[in-house]
């Protein structure tokens, strides 16, 4: 049984939390005895906070005062360590959403990157489900384990595999295949293979050449039907006494997703059909 950590009102040691200041700003911290959080504004001991309900104020030596909170999954994710760029929410969500991914899947998941999309995974498969979150390098992998172990706790349906998808894939009967990777087209044949019938195959890519590629190549499996490709472009808007305008910077940018749904082979039109003749109305 997969054992994700209920959220508590109450900061304990070893808990996350997002600080921000009076400019909007924030800091990821890790909460332990005998610590503090120090900045250009000011410190604080961590026993400031323990035990204290989510959503406290905290005080500086400097005078500023300090928001508190348990990060949501959006924010954990664009703060927590990293070693390549991590799926912005924006994007994790289309994924999830038109991905349909649902409690009890069976996902795989390559380009496990920074654990970004694995842990959103995880939370939307459920308990009953499954991902297998693949990556070539080593180091990518452990640092995905440990940002997932971080915000979930212990999470015994997840594997972690060193592989190469381009090369196959070992697990069968996947209902979806989310790739983060620069060349999914090599995946295609083996995603082909490996989902079920109606199962979902979801690409993340950066440019306008990929996705040609990516398409033309789900066209010529020709077990692929109802392919999309879409991009998400999110605006923040500030709003502050009578001023409400958008906000000088936006998400704009980041990816095309690609959707396709694994069906029965398309049949191939017969050689020896012949048209039927067009028949001309008349009138009496």
Same mark, same amino acid.
């Given at each position: 049984m997969?054992e994700?950590k209920?959220?508590?009102?109450?900061?304990?040691?070893?808990d996350k939390?997002?600080?921000?200041? *009076?400019?909007?700003?924030h &800091?990821?911290i890790?909460l332990?005895?005998? *610590?503090?959080f120090e900045?250009?504004?000011?410190?604080?001991?961590?026993?400031?906070?323990?035990?204290?309900e989510?959503g406290?104020?905290?005080?500086?030596? *400097?005078g500023?005062?300090l928001?508190?909170?348990?990060?949501?999954?959006a924010?954990?994710v664009?703060?927590?360590?990293?070693?390549?760029t991590?799926s912005?929410?924006?994007?994790?969500?289309a994924?999830?959403?038109?991905?349909?991914?649902f409690p009890?899947?069976?996902?795989?998941?390559?380009?496990s990157?920074s654990?970004a999309?694995?842990?959103n995974?995880l939370r939307a498969?459920g =308990?009953?489900?499954?991902?297998?979150s693949y990556d070539?390098?080593?180091?990518?992998l452990?640092?995905?384990?440990?940002?997932?172990?971080?915000?979930?706790?212990?999470?015994?349906?997840?594997?972690?595999?060193q592989?190469?998808v381009?090369?196959?894939?070992?697990?069968?009967?996947?209902?979806?295949?989310?790739?983060?990777?620069?060349?999914?087209?090599q995946?295609?044949?083996?995603?082909?293979? *490996?989902?079920a019938?109606?199962?979902?195959?979801?690409s993340?890519?950066?440019?306008?050449?990929q996705i040609?590629e990516l398409?033309n190549a789900?066209?010529?499996?020709?077990t692929?039907?109802?392919?999309?490709?879409? =991009?998400?472009?999110?605006r923040?808007?500030?709003?502050?006494?009578?001023?409400v305008?958008?906000?000088?910077?936006?998400?704009?940018?980041?990816?095309?997703?690609t959707?396709?749904?694994?069906?029965?082979?398309?049949? &191939?039109?017969s050689?020896?059909?012949? =048209?039927?003749?067009?028949t001309? =109305?008349?009138?009496?």
């Amino acid at each position: 049984m997969v054992e994700i950590k209920a959220p508590s009102q109450l900061f304990g040691v070893g808990d996350k939390v997002l600080i921000q200041d *009076k400019r909007g700003r924030h &800091y990821l911290i890790t909460l332990a005895l005998s *610590k503090k959080f120090e900045s250009h504004i000011g410190a604080f001991p961590h026993e400031d906070l323990i035990g204290q309900e989510d959503g406290a104020w905290v005080t500086t030596n *400097k005078g500023h005062v300090l928001l508190a909170v348990k990060p949501t999954m959006a924010e954990y994710v664009v703060e927590m360590p990293r070693i390549a760029t991590v799926s912005y929410p924006k994007d994790t969500g289309a994924i999830l959403v038109y991905g349909d991914i649902f409690p009890g899947a069976r996902v795989l998941e390559a380009g496990s990157g920074s654990g970004a999309l694995t842990m959103n995974l995880l939370r939307a498969v459920g =308990e009953h489900g499954r991902v297998y979150s693949y990556d070539l390098r080593e180091d990518m992998l452990a640092r995905a384990q440990k940002n997932v172990e971080s915000m979930l706790g212990d999470a015994p349906n997840v594997e972690f595999k060193q592989g190469d998808v381009y090369q196959g894939i070992d697990e069968d009967d996947l209902d979806r295949v989310v790739l983060d990777l620069p060349e999914p087209w090599q995946v295609v044949p083996h995603a082909s293979d *490996k989902l079920a019938r109606g199962g979902l195959f979801v690409s993340f890519l950066p440019t306008v050449l990929q996705i040609h590629e990516l398409t033309n190549a789900l066209r010529e499996q020709r077990t692929f039907e109802m392919i999309e490709t879409f =991009e998400v472009l999110m605006r923040p808007w500030a709003v502050s006494g009578r001023s409400v305008r958008p906000s000088h910077r936006m998400v704009g940018h980041t990816g095309f997703i690609t959707t396709a749904r694994r069906c029965a082979p398309r049949p &191939y039109p017969s050689a020896l059909q012949e =048209e039927a003749p067009e028949t001309e =109305e008349t009138t009496d």
